[in-house]
Nanobody, 123 residues
Framework: VQLQASGGGSVQEGGSLRLSCAAS????????VGWFRQSPGKEREFVAC????????NYADSVKGRFTISGDVAKNTLYLQMNSLKSEDTAVYYC?????????????????WGQGTLVTVSS
């Protein structure tokens, strides 16, 4: 499966953005999908993940209540709605997918990755 992320940009604190991740080559319906982010000088960190078929979700504590992961089966596209953005949310955001069903916060467990999309939140 190929993943193509988009939707990044610049926004002020308190603003919102929606990231998209379009998949091709295989349906995501049987996959577990996730979003990760990486800031300069830091390791890639988990943001959110979802088991598409069951709807089970998991979020990092830092984004819980502000970010929502969702998907559109017909479009085979994953989304990350980001509200109440903070300057510390500034990072390159990556979408990822894996075939095994368990939710995972570990980037090493994901087998397919999209290119990053940059989100910049200014104060």
């Amino acid at each position: 499966v190929q993943l193509q992320a988009s939707g990044g940009g610049s926004v002020q604190e308190g603003g919102s953005l929606r990231l998209s991740c379009a998949a091709s080559g295989r349906t995501l319906l049987s996959s577990t999908v996730g979003w990760f982010r990486q800031s300069p000088g830091k390791e890639r960190e988990f943001v959110a993940c979802m088991r598409w078929r069951t709807g089970l979700r998991n979020y990092a504590d830092s984004v819980k209540g502000r970010f929502t992961i969702s998907g559109d089966v017909a479009k085979n596209t994953l989304y990350l709605q980001m509200n109440s953005l903070k300057s510390e949310d500034t990072a390159v955001y990556y979408c990822a997918a894996k075939s095994r069903p368990e939710l995972s916060v570990l980037s090493s467990s994901y087998t397919h990755w999209g290119q990053g999309t940059l989100v910049t939140v200014s104060s």
